[in-house]
């Protein structure tokens, strides 16, 4: 009887370790909102660290989180490294990729729970600016991560489409005609022609 249960836990963890190789190694989650304001107006709150914590969908979750805040304000090179409570644990992320207007790729790093790749792309919609938020992480050969993979979009998925729609109401609070002047106007006694 001994043998036989033996067994049959050993014939479950060889299937359940053989079968996590044939997980996807690679986790995507994404996703979109529209905007009501240009892109111009979207943008600075993406490509600061800084700015990113007024709507970011963790800053609730530990009021005495540390934060550092290293390289430039905004930008490739920019860098907030963090430090909190179980539900926000402690991780950094540096801006890698700038694109005015259009893009903030960013290296995120959660020590031992992993790296990945956040990306906020922007795209005219309308009158307005479509926001994708993209997460890529390879979760490697640990038959555990491949598991957690299949988790990761109803685990970061609602976390994301709560800190759009926040980026959503705090741009689109501001009145549209401030945001929406991407050059300085001509001053009232400058020559026209």
């Known amino acids: ?22 997980l996807p190694r690679e986790v995507h989650v994404e996703r979109s909102i529209v905007i009501d304001r240009p892109a111009a107006a979207v943008f600075p709150l993406l490509n600061s660290p800084k700015r990113f914590n007024e ?12 934060m ?3 390289g430039p304000e905004t930008g490739t090179g920019a860098m907030m490294a ?8 402690k991780g950094s992320q540096v801006i890698t ?21 956040a990306e906020w792309q922007l795209s005219t919609e309308g009158a307005g600016t479509k926001v994708r938020w993209t997460l890529d992480s390879d979760v490697g050969n640990n038959p555990i991560g491949r598991y957690m ?45």
């Open 1 to 22: 009887m001994v043998r036989k249960l033996l067994t049959a836990v050993v014939v479950i963890v060889v299937v359940l370790v053989g079968g996590a190789y044939l």
């Open 55 to 66: 709507w970011s969908p963790w800053k609730d979750l530990d009021p005495n989180v540390q």
């Open 68 to 70: 550092r805040y290293t």
């Open 82 to 89: 963090w430090s909190g409570n179980s539900k926000v644990g």
């Open 97 to 117: 990729d700038s694109v005015q207007d259009q893009r903030v790729r960013t290296d995120l790093d959660f020590g031992e729970m992993g790296t990945a790749r």
């Open 149 to 193: 993979g299949l988790f990761m979009d109803r685990m970061v998925g609602p976390d994301y489409e709560r800190g759009l729609r926040q980026l959503k109401a705090l741009v689109e609070k501001a009145p549209a005609e401030s945001q929406s002047q991407s050059s300085p106007s001509t001053p009232s006694n400058a020559p026209t022609s």
